[in-house]
Every structure is written in structure tokens, then in C-alpha cells.
């Protein structure tokens, strides 16, 4: 690695000063941000350890979790036609396409919650995302990432909680049944020194 480059330890040091610093969901989202671009925009930043595949399904890889789980920093992994459902993070959530590219869609629901087993969703919006790119969504929001491309997608994720441990939601947008989920990690990598 190159000397003064912005290190995924660096990183995650950054992340948990402004987790701790900002109580304020919007304020702790737009400090993260340009700290997530400069993190994918720079070239071995990442060790490649963070993105190790899954052949059944998409991957997600710990990189780091402080003890206290007020954040989790996560390595994802797509092959071509992998695909997540449609679900939600319950917490505010950070993406950034380290490299590749993936077609993200971004739903909100358009009932009033009370249904705890259905939901109407509707598509609010869909686009290719390329190296680069941040998705930013509060904790409401709802999305569906997938690969079209013709190589493996990696991104980085950074989530308001432990991310692997919590139990979520899925979302079918044809009969609107909300579904339960808990996606855990493919490994455990939390030896911050590593990085």
C-alpha cells in the first residue's frame, strides 16, 4: 500500500469519531460521506480479504465492528445475476461501489405501517451505479441491489448497527408480504489492526 493513502482502519477510525460525535441521523450521514468516497476512490484501500465471494448468493463481509456495535463496516460481494430482495436496514445505511457496477432500485412504502405482514411498496426510483458512487439512505429506506454486469461487484456498507445480527425486512412487490430476515456475515474480520 502506498504511504498517506486512506486505509480502511482509517476509515472506520473517522466513522466512529462521527457515529459518537453526532447524535443526529442527516448529521452523521453527511459527514460519512465524502469519508465512503474517498475510501472507494482509492485504489488497494481495501484488503482483498473484504471481498471474498459467495457462489450461492451475494456476500457480506464484517471489516469492522466497534464492541459496542453502534456501526458495522461491511465488504459486499456480488457475481454476475446476484441479486438481494427487496428489503430494508432499519437504520441508516452508507453503499459505496468500490468496484464494477450495480443496478440499484429504491422503493418507499406508500401505506401507513400498520400492517406489520403487508406493505404496499412502490419503485420510487432505478439506476446503474458505477465506481464511485454513494448511496445514501435514512433508516427508512428500501432498496434492491443487484449485478447486470458481466464481472464480480464490490462495494463498501456502513450501517447504524451491527448489521449481521439484526433481524430485517424483505418485501414482495407483487403480493406485498413482508417477510423476516437475519443475513449474519460470511466471516468474521474484526481485527481492525489487520487492516
Not at 159 to 177: K, L, M
Request: contains cysteine; hydrophobic residues 30%.
Amino acid at each position: 500500500m502506498q504511504t498517506g493513502q486512506y486505509s480502511t482502519s482509517q476509515f472506520a477510525m473517522d466513522v466512529d469519531k462521527c457515529v459518537r460525535k453526532y447524535p443526529n441521523e442527516s448529521e452523521v450521514l453527511r459527514q460519512i460521506e465524502p469519508l465512503l468516497e474517498k475510501l472507494i476512490k482509492s485504489p488497494g484501500s481495501v484488503p482483498s480479504e473484504a471481498f471474498t465471494p459467495r457462489k450461492d448468493r451475494f456476500a457480506m463481509n464484517l471489516i469492522h465492528m466497534p464492541r459496542d456495535e453502534m456501526f458495522s463496516i461491511i465488504g459486499g460481494v456480488w457475481h454476475p445475476g446476484q441479486t438481494t430482495p427487496i428489503h430494508d436496514h432499519l437504520t441508516w445505511a452508507l453503499i459505496g461501489v468500490y468496484d464494477g457496477e450495480e443496478r440499484e432500485a429504491l422503493f418507499r412504502r406508500t401505506d401507513d405501517g400498520s400492517n406489520s405482514k403487508i406493505a404496499k411498496i412502490e419503485k420510487v426510483s432505478e439506476k446503474i451505479n458505477t465506481k464511485g458512487h454513494v448511496t445514501v439512505l435514512g433508516h427508512r429506506g428500501i432498496h434492491r441491489v443487484d449485478n447486470i454486469s458481466g464481472k464480480p461487484t464490490t462495494s463498501i456498507h456502513v450501517y447504524g448497527r451491527d448489521i449481521g445480527h439484526a433481524e430485517r425486512h424483505s418485501y414482495d412487490p407483487v403480493t406485498g408480504e413482508i417477510g423476516r430476515f437475519v443475513s449474519g456475515y460470511c466471516n468474521v474480520l474484526r481485527d481492525i489492526e489487520r487492516f
